[in-house]
């Protein structure tokens, strides 16, 4: 019998993991292809901040990532290298949108005397930045728990308690990213988009992350690089995944395609001497349009909106009324930002489950509801 039972083994599901490991429960953790197999698996993992004035989101992703800097340095710091990122403007971040926290310029010049293999361009140094090997980090984050390699297809609830393939626990946890969920819950519209790394050898000594439209890391130790996009596909048209990105018929004749569209791109910022391609590692993140992601318990929507139909009106009704799945609760749509805001959210998110702390609005599964049941319904 577990006290927690964490259906989706990525960024998400091993940061609530470990969160709830410490806090002495009793923890297991499910996924269909392995830990890291999906989409946290193909993420470049690059810890960054978000430049431009001071609004509501960015002070959440910088938030985010002032907490996680600190907890992979104290989970693993043998998988975290913090160097900094090189920020190049582009059509989305002009010179001054990315010089709003008034930081370390570099000219071409400037550039040449710390590497000669930089190309023609300049940019902004952030220096609270880094990036981290994302399946070492997931392993590390789930020490301690049972890890169960299973397709799950439904949930049974009986007696107070899940029994799934004989898995028992007494709530449940969903981080399944944009795979077809197990619970209807039809007010958080995810959509997937598309990302894609590259590891890669290369006899170029890289002093920090460079990020432009793409991003490439500093040497690791084991002197690979990482070179990584994120890129919306699908048309924007919403879909839910059954599969793999490896398997599926979308992706599977692209790959060559936006390999070299990355290896393009990176030229554009440095010369990658002697180059080799390693392995290149697809997945779809989940990502909802307000970028915003999502943590806490999981509505009933069908139930509550039969009770309470006037919600629909625009009746306010207070959270604590609305109707529950039992013991269900979700973290999710954490979109390219997946390794900044784990464990941000986990902490929130076992905060929530072992001490009531309430959940931000701007987070939270009710406020994805109300705004879905008035203007869908």
Do not use: W
């Not at 220096?127 to 890890?147: L, Q, R, T, V, W």
């Amino acid at each position: 019998m577990y006290d927690y039972l964490i259906i989706g083994a990525g960024a998400a599901g091993c940061a609530i993991a470990h969160f709830l490991k410490k806090e002495g429960k009793n923890i297991a953790i499910i996924d269909r292809d392995g830990v890291a197999s999906g989409a946290s698996g193909a993420a470049g993992a690059f810890l960054s901040p978000l430049a431009g004035k001071k609004n509501p989101y960015n002070s959440f992703v910088n938030d985010s990532l002032s907490f996680s800097l600190d907890f992979y340095k104290e989970v693993s710091s043998e998988s975290f290298i913090k160097k900094g990122v090189l920020r190049v403007a582009d059509d989305n971040f002009s010179k001054d949108r990315l010089n709003e926290l008034q930081n370390e310029y570099y000219s071409s010049d400037a550039l040449k005397t710390i590497c000669s293999d930089f190309k023609e361009i300049e940019g902004f140094f952030y220096a609270d930045a880094g990036h981290i090997n994302p399946a070492e980090i997931s392993a590390k984050m789930i020490e301690g728990c049972d890890f169960y390699k299973k397709d799950i297809i439904e949930l049974k609830y009986e007696n107070g308690v899940y029994d799934i393939h004989g898995i028992r626990a007494k709530n449940i946890i969903l981080t399944q990213g944009v795979n077809t969920p197990l619970v209807d819950a039809p007010y958080i519209e995810l959509s997937p988009i598309f990302g894609l790394r590259v590891d890669a050898k290369t006899s170029t000594k890289i002093p920090f992350n460079i990020h432009k439209s793409i991003s490439i890391s500093t040497n690791k130790k084991d002197n690979t690089i990482a070179i990584g996009a994120t890129q919306q596909r699908h048309d924007s048209k919403e879909m839910l995944c059954n599969t793999s990105c490896d398997k599926c018929s979308f992706y599977i004749d692209d790959e060559k395609t936006q390999v070299e569209y990355l290896l393009e791109k990176a030229n554009e910022l440095i010369a990658l001497r002697d180059l080799e391609v390693i392995k290149a590692y697809k997945g779809a993140r989940a990502s909802i349009k307000s970028y915003f992601p999502v943590v806490g318990a999981l509505i009933d929507f069908d139930a509550t909106l039969e009770k309470y139909p006037s919600i629909k009106n625009g009746t306010k009704i207070p959270k604590e009324s609305l109707l529950y799945h039992p013991n269900i609760y979700i973290l999710n749509a954490l979109g390219s930002r997946g390794f900044v805001f784990a464990p941000y959210l986990a902490n929130i998110l076992s905060q929530y489950l072992l001490e009531k702390t309430e959940i931000a609005d701007e987070i939270s599964t009710q406020k994805l509801f109300f705004k879905y049941a008035r203007k869908k319904v």
